[in-house]
């Protein structure tokens, strides 16, 4: 996700492209949301165990209202969003 933060897109999207239950924080960190979520309901589909960890991913905080992010969820097991207070 650094790499996508600090404009070095190239090495982000190789990298996504070596880590498939990473790369939808790399999607996002791009911009490209729809290829985020298609990202992670392969990542479901594929039932690979990384995918548990992405409702907890502070990158997903903008995201955990879209019906996108909810039904991903439900395919998963969790019945609703996962927020995970945090001291600010």
Partial sequence: MLLARSGRMAEAKALAAMHPAASA???LQLGDADAAFA???DNVNAHRESVVWFPAGREWEGYRDDPR???ILLRMGIPGPVREDRPQ
């Fill in 25 to 27: 924080a790399v999607l």
């Fill in 39 to 41: 990202r992670i309901q």
């Fill in 69 to 71: 992010f909810k039904t």
